[in-house]
């Protein structure tokens, strides 16, 4: 197991986009797939900080700060206070608000970081991943996919680059924050691009289950070439779990037959 600490709460700006002193009607915001309930378009912090709290309570506890923006605006601040990690934008719904023409704005004001709670960085996880052929392939000849604790990456050309593989790998919501490298050997027709799971970056909320040693990337290919997946070093957490089976006692029982009735 890996235990973190928060060291940067993420802060998001919410800016109004008024452009007539007749103003009205109510908004919504947004995340994920979380809306808040109609929010009253001149709401104080309290309210719009209640409305999120209400909504949004698995994702975090929340402040806000209202300030004026201007002569006819509004900015809302909010604060995630007990979100783990950077956090997605908000979304604003503006259909039911009156006055409004211009887009309501949202900009992080602080990305949220966590870090291992031991001083010393644990040992990362390291993966390499090597295609090889027979002969030179031209483009398009080959492809592969790849999978990671049950989640698979789309079609990725053989000739990808770094870059190109890293970010097919961070779409998938099981791996987080990594590093990737690309060496080309020519006269062997090989390519192998090594991953480092860096979790300890702290940016992503997809790399809290990517501490210590982790699985093997599963490999699928499309065409003629062959390929595999090699563990190049073992990520390390100081930290472990021990579970053991409890023994029940009666004297620490309670019985319910239908809800709040006990015996």
Excluded at 18 to 34: D, E, H, I, P, V
Excluded at 48 to 63: K, P, Q, T
């Amino acid at each position: 197991i890996a235990v973190i600490q928060a060291v940067a709460t993420e802060q998001q700006i919410v800016t109004t986009g008024y452009n007539t002193k007749a103003r009205g009607g109510t908004f919504k915001l947004q995340l994920g797939s979380l809306p808040t309930h109609p929010i009253p378009w001149d709401a104080d912090e309290d309210t719009v900080a209640d409305f999120l709290n209400s909504s949004m309570a698995g994702v975090s506890n929340f402040r806000v700060e209202k300030r004026a923006h201007g002569l006819l605006n509004f900015q809302y601040v909010v604060h995630f206070d007990t979100a783990i990690g950077d956090v997605p934008n908000i979304s604003v719904d503006t259909t039911n608000i009156l006055g409004s023409d211009d887009e309501w704005d949202v900009t992080p004001l602080v990305n949220g970081k966590f870090s291992h709670i031991n001083l010393d960085t644990p040992q990362l996880e390291i993966q390499q991943i090597i295609l090889q052929s027979d002969e030179p392939l031209e483009e398009g000849a080959a492809s592969f996919s790849l999978t990671f604790k049950g989640r698979r990456t789309n079609s990725i050309a053989w000739d990808a680059d770094a870059d190109k593989l890293r970010s097919e790998l961070q779409l998938l919501s099981t791996v987080g924050d990594i590093s990737v490298s690309l060496d080309v050997d020519v006269p062997s027709n090989s390519r192998s691009w090594t991953v480092t799971f860096d979790p300890h970056e702290g940016k992503s909320p997809d790399s809290l289950m990517n501490f210590g040693n982790l699985p093997p990337f599963e490999i699928t290919i499309d065409g003629s070439i062959t390929a595999r997946v090699e563990t190049i070093q073992d990520g390390e957490s100081p930290y472990r779990m021990n579970v053991s089976p409890s023994t029940v006692s009666a004297e620490n029982v309670v019985a319910y037959d239908n809800p709040g009735v006990k015996h």
